[in-house]
């Protein structure tokens, strides 16, 4: 099983201000989804990156997959209290039907 | 959203009781899965299933079985509750299966086990 571990565990910052949360691996990924989870509710997917090096954005979320693929990044800008939640990474390690998850960030954004 | 009902929504049941959570598609999806979600330990994979009949373990199935007699439905069994089975479950759903296809959680069940 491939271990996924995400940092910081916790974040708690301002409205406004700039984040970056990590997702790394010892092994290569073959390509890692990115959730957010809010509270009472089950995780849902923001994106899925598959090639080294690649960058999407999705409105005020960029995510970066390392050139070597044993790393990923979110990095948030302009922080709003409605980005609050748990942020996981998650990837097959190889396998044909089952994702792992790394431990999350949980996000608190303060008004 | 994903066509996905878990039930109950919230349990309390008894050390040495059997539960039985059920988790309900409109999908269609082949691939269905349960999670447990604990403080320090993130989301773990109990049991999944690769279609109707077809289930294998995860990496937390001790203690738990399933069942899946039709597409739409995933049973997960706790055969005699104990207290460390306390915990948040979530059931997923995917079309694909595949490295990169994306999983539909439910809103999860809440069990306490007293």
């Known amino acids: 099983t491939q271990l996924l571990e995400q940092s910081p565990q916790f974040l708690s910052i301002q409205e406004g201000e700039n984040l970056t949360v990590y997702c790394n691996s010892s092994?290569?990924?073959?390509?890692l989804q990115w959730y957010r989870q809010e509270p009472g509710e089950g995780p849902v997917l923001l994106v899925t990156v598959v090639t080294g090096g690649e960058v999407k954005k999705l409105k005020r979320l960029t995510f970066q997959f390392g050139d070597a693929r044993k790393d990923s990044s979110l990095h948030i800008t302009a922080a709003q209290p409605g980005d609050t939640g748990l942020y996981l990474c998650?990837?097959?390690?190889?396998?044909?039907?089952?994702?792992?998850f790394g431990k999350g960030t949980l996000l608190t954004v303060n008004p | 959203d994903a066509g996905i009902t878990q039930s109950p929504r919230h349990k309390v049941t008894e050390t040495g009781t059997p539960v039985t959570l059920r988790c309900h598609q409109t999908?269609?999806?082949?691939?269905m899965y349960w999670y447990r979600q604990d403080p320090g330990h993130g989301l773990r994979l109990i049991h999944y299933?690769?279609?109707?009949?077809?289930?294998d373990k995860g990496e937390v199935s001790d203690g738990y079985s399933v069942s899946r007699s039709k597409t739409e439905d995933f049973l997960l069994t706790l055969e005699s509750a104990t207290s460390s089975q306390t915990s948040v479950y979530f059931c997923?759903?995917?079309?694909?299966?595949?490295?990169?296809?994306?999983?539909?959680f439910g809103n999860g069940t809440r069990l306490t086990v007293t």
């Open positions: 299933s690769y279609g109707v009949k077809d289930t």
């Open positions: 998650a990837n097959s390690g190889g396998s044909n039907y089952k994702l792992t």
């Open positions: 999908e269609n999806h082949r691939y």
């Open positions: 092994s290569v990924f073959s390509s």
């Open positions: 997923a759903i995917s079309e694909y299966g595949r490295d990169n296809s994306p999983l539909h």
